[in-house]
T-cell receptor, first 113, second 111 residues
Framework: EPEVTQTPSHQVTQMGQEVILRCVPI?????FYWYRQILGQKVEFLVS????????KSEIFDDQFSVERPDGSNFTLKIRSTKLEDSAMYFC???????????FGPGTRLLVL | GEDVEQSLFLSVREGDSSVINCTYT??????LYWYKQEPGAGLQLLTY?????DMKQDQRLTVLLNKKDKHLSLRIADTQTGDSAIYFC???????????FGPGTRLSVLP
């Protein structure tokens, strides 16, 4: 069964550094999402993306964050200057068409020191 | 705003049934989902229900929806140790909206 994949599985970075988290959605999925889960807390919506545009974003998704679909398969989340509070598990999700269910990747655990 | 609540912990004995409860506030919720998260892993879709349904059964899983009370439950029959995980309830409303997740219920299955 096709899966959403994410790389890297873990990333450790210094505060102020840029990180890029990558996701490869299932091939026929056109709507993409990023969520994050701070340790022990709820899964929080960050941003949704369709047709090379952001559809919706939360308050968390400030100017330090950006998303891109650089080619036909990858979907990336960039954090320009990481802060300690960006440490979390970041999940990519995709769907064929809302409100069909979203399929989640295994997550990237980001640790900012 | 939209809010989804769950009890945080549940312990059951192996072989018993588990019932995980969820309440939500948005009456326009269209789809409601249950996801499972095992330690260190991602979110795995277990099942979902449309708001025009009262019940959905899928093997050992039974989802009950009380739309009037905005209450959703997940029943796991014959709970096994492999069912130990965090279970997230999630809802979405209009077309194109994101998911709103509950805090998750940590299910512990005791031998």
């Amino acid at each position: 069964e096709p899966e959403v994949t994410q790389t890297p599985s873990h990333q450790v970075t210094q505060m102020g550094q840029e990180v890029i988290l990558r996701c490869v959605p299932i091939s026929n999925h056109l709507y993409f999402y990023w969520y994050r889960q701070i340790l022990g807390q709820k899964v929080e919506f960050l941003v949704s993306f369709y047709n090379n545009e952001i559809s919706e974003k939360s308050e968390i998704f400030d100017d330090q964050f950006s998303v891109e679909r650089p080619d036909g398969s990858n979907f990336t989340l960039k954090i320009r200057s990481t802060k300690l509070e960006d440490s979390a598990m970041y999940f990519c999700a995709a769907t064929t068409r809302p409100p069909e269910t979203q399929y989640f990747g295994p997550g990237t655990r980001l640790l900012v020191l | 705003g939209e809010d989804v609540e769950q009890s945080l912990f549940l312990s059951v004995r192996e072989g018993d049934s588990s019932v995980i409860n969820c309440t939500y506030t948005d009456s326009s919720s269209t789809y409601l989902y249950w996801y499972k998260q095992e330690p260190g892993a991602g979110l795995q879709l277990l099942t979902y229900i449309f708001s025009n349904m009262d019940m959905k059964q899928d093997q050992r899983l039974t989802v009950l929806l009380n739309k009037k009370d905005k209450h959703l439950s997940l029943r796991i029959a014959d709970t096994q140790t492999g069912d130990s995980a965090i279970y997230f309830c999630a809802e979405r409303t209009d077309y194109g909206q994101n998911f709103v997740f509950g805090p998750g219920t940590r299910l512990s299955v005791l031998p």
